[in-house]
């Protein structure tokens, strides 16, 4: 009789795969047992959406194409703006986490035990795309509910959207990342990660830039958001993308690229 077949030992690409699911299971659950973060951070840019579309939406809609008031208008002006501020709101969370994790030991003890090294980031950044993306479907359907619409976009167009809001959060995450590693406590986190939610105000989500100041116009062309916002709205509403596109992915790659290599760099380094 043959002897039985020694099973099959796992490989490194395997054991990555499993250790880093393990970890998006951790946070997951820790986002559902403490959901008053999430749901704080959730609320600010909903409540922005209401605020400008029902008090200042018919003196800000005046600024849209020249003519008088036109809520609706505004309505599509500002719902691709507030998505994009959704995930920067919501990834302050993430910071907030991957801080409490290195100030209260658990980074630590993971480094002790026989798990994959990038399983402990991977978990924390498929977490918060994941949340971020299921906050951007809340956002969208609570613009859907007061009158926002996209009637000619099509399936590609549609799909391009949801990559680039995909793509956002992934690079905003990496830097959320980076800003929890680098930060003494949660507090800090929460307050070093604040220009993620001012940006967008800073940026062409509620009015134009031609609108602005000529010493402001800058201050808004040249960041993140504004790219990103200017694209979604041409993917959904047919306006004008031009160079934002090019622009906006260019962002997204950077910011990638510079999260990781941060975080990566900050949760490697031997503790003191």
Known sequence: MSAPLAPARPTRISLAVRDSNTMLRRNLLHARRYPSLTLNLLLTP????????????????SGIGGG????????????????????????????????????????????TMAIHRGSVLVGHVVGSVLQSIMSVVL??????????????????????????????????????????????????????????????????????????????????????????IETLRGLLLGTEIGHNGWLAIAWCLGLAVLGYFWSTSKFNRDPK
């Open 46 to 61: 909903i409540m922005l959406l209401l605020l400008f579309v029902y008090i200042f939406g018919d003196a800000m809609s």
């Open 68 to 111: 008088g008031p036109d809520r609706s208008a505004y309505i599509a002006y500002v719902v691709p703006g507030l998505l994009l501020m959704t995930i920067g709101s919501t990834v302050i969370g993430t910071a907030v986490s991957v801080s409490t994790d290195m100030t209260e030991g658990i980074i630590a003890r993971f480094r």
């Open 139 to 228: 956002v969208g359907a609570v613009g859907v509910a007061i009158g926002f619409r996209s009637t000619d976009a099509t399936a590609l167009e549609w799909l391009a959207a949801f990559g680039l809001l995909v793509l956002f959060a992934l690079a905003l995450t990496w830097i959320a990342v980076g800003m929890g590693m680098a930060s003494p406590n949660a507090e800090a986190a929460s307050n070093n990660a604040t220009p993620l939610i001012l940006l967008p105000l800073l940026s062409s989500a509620f009015t134009p830039i031609h609108s602005m100041p000529g010493w402001f116009r800058p201050i808004a062309e040249y960041q993140p958001f504004t790219p990103a």
